[in-house]
Structures are given as structure tokens and as C-alpha cells.
């Protein structure tokens, strides 16, 4: 007994249906049994159990966190790691080899910290978290059950000068990253401290790969954010958010709560909450659809 | 005797000319040789020595080969370095210090795996590869003369979740990240492993910095894939398939071989073999040409 | 006595008021004292001592560098750290845990290597500098003041290669990087060494997180590059430019001094000195906006 996608799964497996631009796989699947909406169970393949579901994709998560559901470490600490006399690790941690954990670090049970990882002076890090290799943490509270990815980079300066055409200024950043429960952070995504509030990320916020927090930016609840998203310094926004892949938003925003911003949208000015916004510079996405429907018209080839 | 660029290239030097904006340096170049197209030949200084070529770039390239052959590493495991008892090296292997070497990983001939790489269990690396610093490996099978640059990642966990406002549940990962023979991978680069699928990439394809590759997702052989791109989950790429920087690909989508993205496209659907699209919903280029050509005329200003 | 943003000041502290947007924090606030214009000094609360500036955030830059100045590391060699015994480090300097450094390297006084931080053979730093957490560079020379941020990649080979259908050839990389002095390089932030000539970033340039910088390009003294720009190969910036985030430059282009880029532009042809360009393809200022003010028009929603 397994999951399996359709293409692959065999008569052991489940599988789902929820893209319907998989329909032909799933009519042609030799899964055993199938989550699917009840508008694409008429296509199944004879002989499949077929268990169905207002949101399929959802029942398929719960089924396969079932099957694969998030294991504690096995505890060890690597001798190669340099651990700070000064940090403490509840029970049950494992750290793995080169990690360094610098002066009063305390970290809570069952955490994972990954190879070569470095944990600056102070960090606080929750139960059953898990940093990912390389990664690198300072200046920042982390809470439980975050999954920090590979690479990724937290508490570092952000950008903050004055210009100055003797010598930009560099202005001392003094804030912290506050991370809090059951957020995901993807691999190389870069979260700078506040240059004097904190930058926060709300509870069950996922960020994918390669984004880029400024300091101050604050994210609500359960925010998403897709890969090489850039968000701008004081930034705030609201709960559950969702920013699809490359949208830039400036400084200084207020993005409102259940807000959506399509992918590549460019964001200059306040987006109310609830609303979806696309393009650049962001406009409504009707607006934006009719702009895009407009400049094809006018530039059609003449025939 | 060396390769040099035509401005500071010397008598004893072979140098290229390939791109028209610089046949005035070509012209005041005091190279010894010069590679050069026939249209060219006429602007080269006296006395310079001309290997004319209908491409001139892939000539230099194969001469500067032949100047700078890629040398097999030189033999050494670091004391430093954390390799489980149960991996397996091939012969010629080096090692550097502070890499970390998971269980059951098998290497190949003289493969180099640089400074704090870290390697999971079960990775597979073939002959001849090169594994730069601080990148981290897990989940995936790299072929032979593979080139992996500093702090790559390849194989963490796709960002694969159900939305749900009571908690967004995180589907587990449970593909692999396929590498085939004579990849490159730039630096700070992040590929996500399969699903459930596997994420693939094909021989030959060459993909630069900070590109962003999401799980599932499949090149083709041979494929070229500039800075900062981003290819969303389980969009498949044909063979020789180039994108342009900051190109963003939505997810599901078929890129056809030898399909060309203009830097910075959009792209939201499917892209016909051979066709080259540009802009934002990306459209065939010259229809993007026109677009742009008829936004220009129509917001002239008055005189 | 410190310094604090105007929503946590308290009585003891200094904060400030730049940007218009925080009127109504700063006449509610209760600092002590405060940097603000004559233009907003009006609206201070009862009590508060103003410091009236012309440039109020230059103002707080310098007074918060006073209360933070940049110590000196405390002088100390990690015993796990990898060091080549021909490499020289000046007095002073600090090499946290992890780190290697390999033969031939220079490092000047009182500067920090910090954990996990691996450096290439031959490469050289001047003094005062600070390479970031996990950081790598090869193939570089680094002035003095230089600030590297965790992750930071430099001088890992550039995307160079001659395309055939056959197999692209690539094409050897033979340049440095060439780093001056008190240059600020944001974390995650690729710099790839020059093909032939060098890649160049001058002195007291400030480059942000997640930005791409391509081999050969030149930076002049004092450029501000926001996050997750791309600069192609062998593009020249002159002194003063400044990028906003997501913007992408093509090749071999020439970008004047003083040059201004809004965020998310698209450069695909030179800019003159002392403009200012947006959009994509990238126009005067002036004119894309325009242009999408002239598209909002043409495609509002019929009444």
C-alpha cells in the first residue's frame, strides 16, 4: 500500500485526481483506488475504488500524511558539529555533522539541525523544527514545527543606508526575524532582520524558494508565497495572502487579508483586502485581463 | 601562448571576435591571432594572424578547450570531511575539507565534491563531476560530468501543500531529482525533487544562477536556461528548449523543443515547438514586437 | 539612551521621520528625541527635542552609527577551521568554526570569516572585511570595508559556452572578480568571475539579496542594486546607478552614471547617463508611464 501518482500507481496504490488536465490519466490509470470530485468519477477505469471528495487534493494531503506522516529525528550529535557550551538543546534534538551553534542558542526537542548549518548567538528555536542543510539563522526567534530548507538565510542586515554620493551611509540594523509556528521556508529564500521593529512571519505561512523578505515586512497567517518573490522593506501583509511566482512588491505596502497578486505583478500601491490584483503596475485582474485583451486587439496584424 | 579577449590580449595571444559591437576593439586589437567571421576579416589590424569561421564563438570555445583541458582533480580525502562508513568512492575522488557524506551515496570516478558540500543518503553522483562549495544534495541521481556550482541546491522538498485556512497541509515529497550526463547547474540554483514523478533534468542542458526549477518539472537534452528563471511545478520542457533571464513559466504547461523565450516572458500556456514567445502574457514574438511597437505610438506624446 | 523606530521609542531614545507616510506615527509617538524636516517638525508631539535636518534618514544613519559603531572581531582561529598553511592572515582577524580558507590566500587585518565560509585558493581580502556565514569566493580579490553576507557566491564560473545542437561547449572562464572597497554584497548574491577580462563591482557600490551579476559586467563606484536584479555578461555600469528590485539588464549594454532604473524594468538597449528608465522594454520614465496610463485608458470597462 502505497500513493502514487496516476500515471505510475499499480493496484496497491492510491492516487488522486485534481488538475482536470489529468483526466485522460486518470481514465487510464491502473491505480487501486482513486480521490477524485465527483464531476470526473464517471470517467474512472473499471475495477477502481474510487473515494470521492468536494476538494480532492486536500483528502489526497491528509491520505499521504497518513502514509508518510513527519518522523522525529533519530538524536545524535555529530562530533564535528561546534556546539557553544553556552546553547542549549532539549531532548531529543539531532545535529548533524559541521553544524555550529553559537553562545546562548536554545533549541527546543526533537529539532533537527542539518549539516553545515551555523545558528548565530541567541537564536531561539521551537520543538520538532527542522533546518535544512547550509542554512543559516541569526537574530531570530524561530517557533515550533518550522521547516527551514537548505541554503536559506535568516538575520542578516537588511538593505538600509542613507545615499550619499561621499559614501552611502550604512544604517546599524537592530531588529529580529520572528518566525512563528508551522511555517515553511523554501531553499535559498533570504529573510532580513528589522532595521529596528522585527520582521515577522505569521503562523502557517509558506514561503517557497528563492524569496526575498525585506526588513519590517511583516506576513499574517498562513500566507503563500511562490518562488523568487521579492517584498519590499515595511511591507505588510495581511492573513493568507497568496503571491504567485516573481511578483515584486514595493516598500512600505499594505497588502490586505485574503488578498491574491497573480504571477509577475508588480505591486506600487495598497491592495485591499480580499481583492486579486495582476500586472505591472498592479491593477485589479479584470482590469488587468482588459488591458491585456485591449493592447492585443489594437496591435493585431492588419490582414 | 594563451587565449585572450581582443582588449588585452598580446602578440603571443589567439583571441575572437564574434559579437558586431566589438570590431572597433578587434580592429585596435593587438592579438596575435584572431578568430574571426568572413564578413569581419577586412577591419583586422596589420599583421594579426586570422582563423576565419562561419561561427567564431564556437571555435574560440573549442581552442580555449584545448588551452584549458578540465583536469581531473587532484586525488585527496580531507581529514575534516564526514563521509558515513556505508558510501562508496570511486577511484581519483576528492574530497575537501568539511563535506559531509551521507549513508549509502555512491560516487564515481574522480568526481570532486567541494568545501561543506552536503551529500543525503542514497544520492548517486557518476565520473567526472564536480560538486561546488557549500551545495547540498539530496534525493536525486547525478550523471557523469555533471558541473554543480556553489551553493546549489537540488532535492529538498517541493512546495507541494492543500490550502486550507485551518492549516495548509503539506503533501509529502516523495520523488527524486534525475541529473543526466554533462548538466551544468549555476550557482545559488534550487531544484525541487519530484512529487511523487520525479523532477528531470536532460543531458546536455545548461542552466545558469539562481534559477528556480519546481517539482516535476522535466527538461529535455541540451536545453539552455539563463539567470533567475523560474519553472513552475510539473511544466515539461522538449529538447534545446532556451529561456532568457527572469523568464517565469507557469505550472502544467509543454514547451516544445527548440522553443525560444525572449528574457522576462510570461508564459501561461503551452508553446509550440520551434516558436519564439516574448512578453507578458507571453505571445508569439513578433506579435510581442507589435504589442510593444503599438503601446509606444499610442501613449507619443502630443507636440 | 538609544536609537528606535517611532512606534517603540521610548523617553531615553532617538528615532526619526522620513518618509511622509509616518506622520501620524510620529506625532504620536513618544521619543524623546527625534530627526525630522522643518516641513514635518509642526506635528511633534509636546515635549519631544526635534533635530531639524534637511535629510533626515542621512541624519539618523550617521547618529545610529555612533551608538553602533562596527566593532573589530574578537581575534580568534577556530580549531575546526580548514586552513592552508601557506595562507596569511593579518592581526586580528577572526575565522569562526568550519571555515576554509585554502593555499596562497591573503587576508588582511581584523577581518571575520565567518562559519562555514569557504575561500579558494589564491584569493585576497583586504582588512576589515566580513565574509558572511556560508559564503564561498574563488577566483576574487576583495578590497577592505567589504561586507559579504551569508551565502553570498563569487567567482564561481560564468553561464559561457558556445550552443551546438551536438553538445554546447564551454567555454573556459579566465577572469577575476574584482571587489573595492567598502562594497556591501547582500546574502545569496551571485557574482561570477570574468570569461577574460574581470567582473568588476566599485568601490562603495551596495548590492542587495538574490541579485545576479554575469561575468565581465563592470560596476562603477557607488551603485545601489535592489534584490534579485539580473546583470548579463559584459553589461558596464558607470558611477551612481541605481536599480530597483527584479530589474534585468541584457548584455553588453552600457548603463551611464548616474542612471536610474525603476524596479522590474527590462533594459535592453543603453542608457544614457543621468536618466531614468522603466518598463520593459525599458523607456524614459516619463514614457512609460504614459504608456500605462494611455493602456488603462483605451481598456476601461464600458459604462
Same mark, same amino acid.
Given at each position: 500500500m502505497d500513493v502514487a501518482p496516476l500515471q505510475s500507481a499499480s493496484a496497491d496504490d492510491l492516487s488522486f485526481l485534481d488538475n482536470a488536465a489529468y483526466v485522460e490519466a486518470f481514465a487510464a490509470s491502473r491505480a487501486g483506488a482513486c480521490i477524485v470530485s465527483a464531476a470526473h468519477a464517471a470517467r474512472a477505469p473499471a475495477g477502481m475504488a474510487l473515494l470521492?471528495?468536494?476538494? %480532492?487534493?486536500?483528502?489526497?494531503?491528509?491520505?499521504?500524511?497518513?502514509?508518510?506522516?513527519?518522523?522525529?529525528?533519530? %538524536?545524535k550529535i555529530a562530533p564535528s558539529a561546534a556546539i557553544d557550551p553556552s546553547a542549549q538543546l532539549g531532548p531529543g534534538c539531532r545535529v548533524e555533522p559541521g553544524a555550529v551553534i553559537g553562545a546562548d542558542v536554545v533549541i527546543g526537542a526533537r529539532t533537527l539541525i542539518g549539516a553545515n548549518v551555523v545558528i548565530g548567538p541567541g537564536v531561539s528555536i521551537g520543538d520538532d523544527s527542522t533546518i535544512g542543510a547550509c542554512a543559516s539563522l541569526s537574530h531570530c526567534i524561530v517557533g515550533a514545527r518550522v521547516l527551514i530548507y537548505p541554503g536559506v538565510r535568516i538575520g542578516q542586515d537588511g538593505f538600509g543606508f542613507a545615499p550619499d554620493p561621499s559614501g552611502h551611509i550604512k544604517v546599524p540594523q537592530l531588529g529580529r526575524v520572528m518566525i512563528h509556528d508551522d511555517?515553511?521556508?523554501?531553499?535559498?529564500?533570504?529573510?532580513?532582520?528589522?532595521?529596528? %521593529?522585527?520582521?515577522?512571519?505569521?503562523?502557517g505561512s509558506f514561503i517557497d524558494?528563492?524569496?526575498?523578505?525585506?526588513?519590517?515586512?511583516?506576513?499574517?497567517?498562513?500566507?503563500?508565497?511562490?518562488?523568487?518573490?521579492?517584498?519590499?522593506?515595511?511591507?505588510?501583509?495581511?492573513?493568507?495572502?497568496?503571491?504567485?511566482?516573481?511578483?515584486?512588491?514595493?516598500?512600505?505596502?499594505?497588502?490586505?487579508?485574503?488578498?491574491?497578486?497573480?504571477?509577475?505583478?508588480?505591486?506600487?500601491?495598497?491592495?485591499?483586502?480580499?481583492?486579486?490584483?495582476?500586472?505591472?503596475?498592479?491593477? %485589479?485582474?479584470?482590469?488587468?485581463?482588459?488591458?491585456?485583451?485591449?493592447?492585443?486587439?489594437?496591435?493585431?496584424?492588419?490582414?
Amino acid at each position: 500500500m502505497d500513493v502514487a501518482p496516476l500515471q505510475s500507481a499499480s493496484a496497491d496504490d492510491l492516487s488522486f485526481l485534481d488538475n482536470a488536465a489529468y483526466v485522460e490519466a486518470f481514465a487510464a490509470s491502473r491505480a487501486g483506488a482513486c480521490i477524485v470530485s465527483a464531476a470526473h468519477a464517471a470517467r474512472a477505469p473499471a475495477g477502481m475504488a474510487l473515494l470521492v471528495s468536494e476538494r %480532492p487534493y486536500r483528502a489526497y494531503a491528509r491520505a499521504a500524511q497518513t502514509f508518510y506522516p513527519r518522523q522525529p529525528p533519530e %538524536p545524535k550529535i555529530a562530533p564535528s558539529a561546534a556546539i557553544d557550551p553556552s546553547a542549549q538543546l532539549g531532548p531529543g534534538c539531532r545535529v548533524e555533522p559541521g553544524a555550529v551553534i553559537g553562545a546562548d542558542v536554545v533549541i527546543g526537542a526533537r529539532t533537527l539541525i542539518g549539516a553545515n548549518v551555523v545558528i548565530g548567538p541567541g537564536v531561539s528555536i521551537g520543538d520538532d523544527s527542522t533546518i535544512g542543510a547550509c542554512a543559516s539563522l541569526s537574530h531570530c526567534i524561530v517557533g515550533a514545527r518550522v521547516l527551514i530548507y537548505p541554503g536559506v538565510r535568516i538575520g542578516q542586515d537588511g538593505f538600509g543606508f542613507a545615499p550619499d554620493p561621499s559614501g552611502h551611509i550604512k544604517v546599524p540594523q537592530l531588529g529580529r526575524v520572528m518566525i512563528h509556528d508551522d511555517v515553511e521556508i523554501g531553499a535559498n529564500t533570504t529573510i532580513d532582520r528589522g532595521s529596528g %521593529p522585527d520582521t515577522v512571519i505569521g503562523a502557517g505561512s509558506f514561503i517557497d524558494n528563492l524569496v526575498q523578505i525585506g526588513h519590517n515586512v511583516v506576513l499574517g497567517r498562513g500566507c503563500v508565497i511562490v518562488a523568487q518573490v521579492g517584498l519590499s522593506g515595511s511591507t505588510k501583509l495581511g492573513d493568507f495572502v497568496v503571491m504567485g511566482g516573481q511578483v515584486g512588491v514595493a516598500g512600505h505596502l499594505n497588502i490586505g487579508t485574503g488578498a491574491k497578486l497573480a504571477a509577475k505583478a508588480g505591486v506600487t500601491r495598497d491592495v485591499p483586502p480580499g481583492q486579486a490584483y495582476g500586472g505591472f503596475p498592479a491593477v %485589479p485582474i479584470r482590469e488587468w485581463h482588459r488591458q491585456t485583451a485591449t493592447l492585443s486587439k489594437l496591435s493585431r496584424k492588419p490582414r
